[in-house]
């Protein structure tokens, strides 16, 4: 395999985007960010891959617009998955490994706020026996939440801890939309929001984008002094039908981990829009207390759908690019009940 | 590493229709995928991962379809990708599986396409109003009737060769037993006596809206040993460019022509008229036969329905355009690209029945989408990509 590296990361997140559902107006000087990080133009882009989803932009095609942000011509060479763009990430890595290319810039967006997310998101169940009674995607995470805390593998007091911890870290993070120090007691005081999760349970309603640039080795150390290689990329995906699936574990996360070395890893960037699924994650990961988990806050500090996954592979990158990890570990995750999991390693000098 | 060779083993097609009742969405890429499978002589087992491609979610009313269809896909513990690039989807799932062989990391990969246009409303999820977006309230057809018109006035095209396309397509379909509209007695004076319906396009020259879907397996060198004729993939390419902009050119647009360029390039070939032997183009309404002829090399600008109305892309000619019909003969829309990649590996690997072209050796396999601004192609052969 070739050796490939994050070179670039660019982001903006927020409580509701007052602009188009394309968000074109946040894509343009997100990519011009990357080009300043990087010393490049669009020129010198192989590869262009994005992630993002018509049902959140209430419409068709609403990648065809954002392409817009690329610019006019020439003519690019150019992807789109329906998913969170931390699969387009992997969609360009593989294209980089056919050697058709050597760089790539991954981008995702999305404007969670233009509807009501926790219904739009039931969109995504079996069209013919589950979504036609709306079960909306919060109140499937509180079953599964409820589902770990009956097995007693968590309760009420750890989900706050998982909060409390994020809410902290995510205090240093400029794009966290929520953030700071709180009392594990003073959240277990909150009301119910969906029984058993409370309200900061869940990952804020965010509007956001995202993008990473990615290349090839010389052309990485090229464009960066400290690229962060990705040493493994893997993504598996469950069941969907919840009457199939052990709600409290992860298989897929699990299947991903078991191809990649996870030995030495110091940092984790997990994709866990509530509290109890990054209890999940650890488990499934094999995490201990030693390695920092979202230094960036992680989603509970703010979770753009269709750029949370790929900001995990950026934050990630962040960590490894500035120094301050050996070796980290991202996530994404996609679907009810983090039914679909992406895992990438990523190390600095090589 | 560098890339390894890839090849279709496998081609599964249900029978378009206008509404398949007896299937769910799931049931439907079931039975294209079940049939790929067979034909591959592979089980789910063998399978390294799944790629799902369909075109806009809103036609369905089914947000990330995938997700739901893991299982009846066989994608549980494996690696699920989803493709959307418009209209150009079918082709462009075609050549991101063919990308996960060549890049040396799986050694069979299922890609599966679909639409189910009877449980969807496409003419309503493509006139969604949007701020600023100039809309499509007319469909499709409403969309590519002034770039039709335009490539008229340009090249000085008699009026009758958009009908002869049609003519010919519904009558080669009537050789291919999965195709949706099976007529083997269209005429171009029945087709021109047709209703008008976005001038200069008449109704039998619009594409049929289908249900269906369609399914290749892709495997690696070892996997291909194992077929009888498997058809090698030679060259593959994808452009973009945007929608609207002042330098487009949306007859002829810049990013076919480059991806044309870069396939022929790609695959050694230097006078595609003559080096390929026949080619299954996005043919949504008649007149983009003529269109895309030029865009793609094979004739000079203005020069296209001179191929066309020489009857050089009937079978038998020059360039037998569309064979199997075409997507004037059967759309599900976002298969309707895969069936063009698949048709040409049907042609190469001598499996296209009564609509086989003698010999064939190299096919095209052509898509399009958005306003005539997202392209995906590739070229198959018999023979295996020099290193």
């Known amino acids: 395999m070739r050796d490939v590296a994050v070179v670039g990361f660019a982001q903006r997140q927020m409580d509701a985007f007052d602009g188009s559902p394309t968000m074109v107006e946040l894509l343009v000087p997100v990519f011009g960010e990357l080009w300043e990080q990087t010393g490049w133009t669009k020129a010198d882009i192989?590869?262009?891959?994005?992630?993002?989803?018509?049902?959140?932009?209430?419409?068709?095609?609403?990648?065809?617009?954002?392409?817009?942000?690329?610019?006019?011509?020439?003519?690019?060479?150019?992807?789109?998955?329906?998913?969170?763009?931390?699969?387009?990430?992997?969609?360009?890595?593989?294209?980089?490994?056919?050697?058709?290319?050597?760089?790539?810039?991954?981008?995702?967006?999305?404007?969670?706020s233009a509807g009501q997310l926790r219904r739009v998101l039931s969109l995504q169940l079996d069209p013919y026996l589950t979504a036609p009674l709306w079960p909306d995607t919060v109140s499937l995470a509180a079953l599964q939440a409820r589902t770990g805390l009956d097995a007693g593998l968590w309760d009420e007091k750890e989900l706050a801890a998982v909060v409390a911890?994020?809410?902290?870290?995510?205090?240093?993070?400029?794009?966290?939309?929520?953030?700071?120090?709180?009392?594990?007691?003073?959240?277990?005081?909150?009301?119910?929001?969906?029984?058993?999760?409370?309200?900061?349970?869940?990952?804020?309603v965010t509007d956001g984008v995202a993008a990473v640039v990615l290349a090839a080795g010389d052309r990485a150390r090229d464009a960066s002094e400290r690229p962060a290689w990705i040493t493994g990329i893997e993504h598996r995906v469950d069941a969907q039908s919840l009457g199939l699936r052990d709600l409290t574990r992860s298989p897929s996360t699990a299947l991903a981990a078991e191809r990649l070395d996870l030995d030495g890893v110091d940092t984790a960037e997990l994709?866990?829009?509530?509290?109890?699924?990054?209890?999940?994650?650890?488990?499934?990961?094999?995490?201990g207390d030693d390695v920092a988990v979202n230094p960036s806050g992680g989603a509970l500090c703010g979770n753009p759908m269709f750029a949370a996954g790929l900001i995990r592979v950026g934050e990630a990158a962040a960590q490894i690019s500035s120094g301050r990890s050996a070796k980290a570990v991202a996530h994404a995750t996609s679907g009810p009940a983090l039914q679909q999991n992406l895992l990438c390693t990523l190390e600095g000098g090589r | 590493m560098g890339k390894q060779p890839a090849a279709v083993i496998g081609v599964g097609q249900t029978h378009y229709k206008a509404k398949r009742?007896?299937?769910?969405?799931?049931?439907?890429?079931?039975?294209?995928?079940?049939?790929?499978?067979?034909?591959a002589g592979v089980g789910f087992d063998d399978i390294d991962a799944v790629v799902v491609g369909k075109a806009p979610d809103l036609f369905e009313g089914v947000m990330m379809p995938e997700l739901y269809l893991a299982e009846a896909l066989g994608a549980v513990g494996k690696p699920l990708l989803r493709v959307h690039t418009a209209g150009s989807v079918g082709g462009s799932t075609a050549i991101v599986a063919a990308s996960l062989v060549q890049a040396g990391v799986h050694r069979r990969v299922l890609a599966v396409t679909f639409e189910k246009q009877s449980e969807s409303n496409a003419m309503w999820a493509l006139s969604v109003p949007v701020p600023f977006v100039m809309?499509?309230?007319?469909?499709?057809?409403?969309?590519?009737?002034?770039?039709?018109?335009?490539?008229?006035?340009?090249?000085?095209?008699?009026?009758?060769?958009?009908?002869?396309?049609?003519?010919?397509?519904?009558?080669?379909?009537?050789?291919?037993?999965?195709?949706?509209?099976?007529?083997?007695?269209?005429?171009?004076?029945?087709?021109?006596?047709?209703?008008?319906?976005?001038?200069?396009?008449?109704?039998?020259?619009?594409?049929?809206?289908?249900?269906?879907?369609?399914?290749?397996?892709?495997?690696?060198?070892?996997?291909?040993?194992?077929?009888?004729?498997?058809?090698?993939?030679?060259?593959?390419?994808?452009?973009?460019?945007?929608?609207?902009?002042?330098?487009?050119?949306?007859?002829?647009?810049?990013?076919?022509?480059?991806?044309?360029?870069?396939?022929?390039?790609?695959?050694?070939?230097?006078?595609?008229?003559?080096?390929i032997d026949c080619a299954e183009i996005y043919v949504p309404f008649s007149w983009f036969e003529p269109m895309w002829i030029e865009n793609?090399?094979?004739?000079?600008?203005?020069?296209?329905?001179?191929?066309?109305?020489?009857?050089?892309?009937?079978?038998?000619?020059?360039?037998?355009?569309?064979?199997?019909?075409?997507?004037?003969?059967?759309?599900?829309?976002?298969?309707?690209?895969?069936?063009?990649?698949?048709e040409a590996a049907l042609q190469v690997r001598g499996r296209a029945g009564?609509?086989?072209?003698?010999?064939?050796?190299?096919?095209?396999?052509?898509?399009?989408?958005?306003?005539?601004?997202?392209?995906?192609?590739?070229?198959?052969?018999?023979?295996?990509?020099?290193?």
Not at chain 2, 28 to 37: K, M, S
């Open chain 1, 46 to 112: 192989g590869f262009f891959c994005s992630g993002s989803s018509d049902y959140l932009a209430g419409r068709s095609f609403s990648f065809v617009s954002a392409i817009d942000a690329i610019g006019t011509l020439p003519p690019v060479n150019e992807s789109h998955v329906e998913m969170d763009p931390a699969w387009a990430l992997y969609e360009a890595w593989v294209k980089i490994q056919t050697g058709e290319v050597d760089t790539a810039l991954v981008y995702g967006f999305g404007k969670s």
């Open chain 2, 21 to 39: 009742e007896d299937l769910s969405i799931a049931g439907l890429c079931r039975e294209a995928a079940d049939r790929a499978l067979a034909d």
């Open chain 2, 135 to 275: 809309p499509v309230h007319a469909g499709a057809g409403g969309y590519f009737a002034p770039h039709v018109r335009s490539y008229i006035r340009r090249s000085g095209a008699p009026e009758h060769v958009g009908a002869m396309v049609a003519a010919k397509d519904r009558r080669n379909a009537a050789r291919n037993p999965y195709a949706h509209l099976r007529q083997p007695d269209t005429t171009v004076e029945s087709v021109m006596a047709s209703q008008m319906l976005w001038d200069p396009i008449r109704y039998d020259e619009t594409c049929p809206s289908s249900d269906g879907a369609c399914a290749i397996v892709i495997g690696d060198e070892q996997a291909a040993a194992l077929v009888d004729s498997p058809a090698w993939i030679q060259a593959t390419a994808m452009r973009t460019e945007p929608t609207t902009a002042a330098e487009r050119d949306q007859v002829n647009p810049q990013a076919g022509r480059e991806a044309a360029a870069a396939l022929w390039r790609q695959a050694g070939i230097t006078d595609p008229l003559r080096e």
């Open chain 2, 296 to 342: 793609l090399g094979f004739a000079p600008e203005g020069e296209g329905w001179k191929l066309t109305e020489s009857g050089q892309t009937e079978i038998g000619g020059t360039l037998p355009i569309n064979m199997s019909g075409g997507v004037l003969s059967s759309n599900p829309i976002g298969a309707s690209g895969m069936i063009r990649f698949a």
């Open chain 2, 354 to 387: 009564e609509h086989q072209v003698d010999g064939a050796r190299r096919a095209l396999g052509h898509a399009y989408g958005g306003g005539s601004q997202f392209f995906s192609m590739w070229v198959v052969g018999s023979e295996k990509p020099a290193a």
């Open chain 1, 165 to 204: 911890r994020n809410r902290a870290t995510g205090a240093g993070n400029p794009h966290a939309v929520v953030s700071g120090e709180v009392d594990v007691a003073d959240l277990l005081a909150e009301p119910m929001f969906a029984d058993p999760l409370r309200r900061h349970d869940c990952a804020p």
């Open chain 1, 271 to 287: 994709h866990a829009p509530f509290s109890h699924q990054e209890l999940i994650l650890r488990t499934e990961l094999g995490l």
